[in-house]
């Protein structure tokens, strides 16, 4: 079998004349978390739920694990697991009442062990008696992943899994998904963080149902080919008023007190910083471009404005 976990190509989805996914074509190697990022409405909620066969795409193909997503779409539900962005747990049942009922869902054998499993591997043991409407939004959320693999699926499709789930929780939400790609799972994982897009061995970048790049972190900010400069210090307010009318500056973001600008032509961006910050009294370096400017980069270039 082929190391590809998910290959889809030219899929094309429409809600009457609406095209929420537009011939989009992505790969996912077996083993892999990849991260699936672009704004609200950009179509990843509808290409995920093509991959894992609960929609049927007007055009295109894609294999997942093998099986067609159009053929196989029964097979192919046993085989991944799908937590949804408003995944439901039952709140008046206790934690481990729910993992026993998904686990009937899934028509597991020996329910007691498997469960007992899981709550060993997400550290839910402790709370196995606590009703999951009274559990934090992270644990909630640890739970929800916990029914979502109990059918030990090899592909885990996960849709923003974390929004609203505060930084500690979000962390150790990641060092589950690490853990599962560890073991083998391959991860789709759609977010709008950019410290988690990082922690994806890949990203695919869409908006307006068209993928717009793919890659490793550092493949998707080169490919975005800017330079970025830091300004602080002087008058600052001054500066960023002039930058942001300056035609080589593309963005300016204030973070802080520091000033983050940045451009596609290397030359004309220096020359404009350097004679902002010499009007203005602040002083400029040369830094690293982040993803979040890659993005924004990209979303100007097909009109975007959702961002
Ligand atoms: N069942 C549906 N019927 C009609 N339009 C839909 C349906 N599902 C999605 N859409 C539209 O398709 C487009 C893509 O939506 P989708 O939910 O896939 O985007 P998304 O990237 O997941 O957004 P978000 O980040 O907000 O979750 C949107 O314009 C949405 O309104």
């Known amino acids: 079998m082929s190391s590809l976990a998910i290959e889809v190509q030219g899929l094309v989805k429409r809600f009457g004349d609406r095209t929420a996914v537009d011939h989009v ?18 179509g990843k909620t509808t290409t995920m739920r093509v991959i894992c066969g609960l929609l049927t795409p007007d055009e295109g193909r894609g294999t997942v694990l093998g099986l067609d997503i159009r053929r196989d779409s029964e097979r192919l539900k046993r085989e991944i697991g799908y937590m949804t962005q408003r995944f439901s747990l039952y709140e008046d049942l206790t934690v481990e009442e729910n993992l026993r009922f998904v686990a009937g869902l899934y028509g597991i054998h020996s329910i007691t062990a498997r469960v007992q499993e899981q709550l060993e591997a997400l550290g839910l043991t402790e709370r196995r008696n606590q009703l999951a409407g009274t559990l934090s939004g992270g644990w909630k959320q640890r739970l929800a992943l916990s029914a979502c693999v109990m059918h030990r699926p090899k592909v885990l499709l996960l849709d923003e899994p974390t929004a609203g789930v505060d930084p500690k929780a979000r962390r150790a939400f990641w060092r589950e998904i690490h853990r599962l790609s560890l073991e083998g799972m391959t991860v789709l994982v759609s977010t709008h963080y950019m410290d988690e897009a990082e922690r994806c061995h890949r990203i ?93 980069r990209f979303i100007g270039g097909t009109g975007d404005t959702q961002a």
């Open 204 to 296: 695919n970048y869409i908006s307006l149902g068209k993928l717009i790049v793919s890659g490793t972190v550092e493949e998707v900010i080169a490919r975005a080919a800017l330079t970025t400069y830091l300004v602080k210090g002087g008058r600052i307010e001054e500066a960023e008023n002039l930058l942001r009318a300056h035609p080589d500056v593309d963005q300016v973001a204030p973070f802080g007190a520091t000033l983050h600008v940045v451009g596609r032509d290397a030359q004309k961006l220096n020359t404009a910083v350097m004679a902002v910050a010499s009007a203005t009294g602040s002083r400029a370096e040369r830094s690293e471009t982040s993803l979040e400017d890659a993005f924004i």
């Open 25 to 42: 074509s992505m790969r996912v190697e077996s083993g892999e978390i990849a991260g699936f990022l672009g704004p609200n409405g950009s």
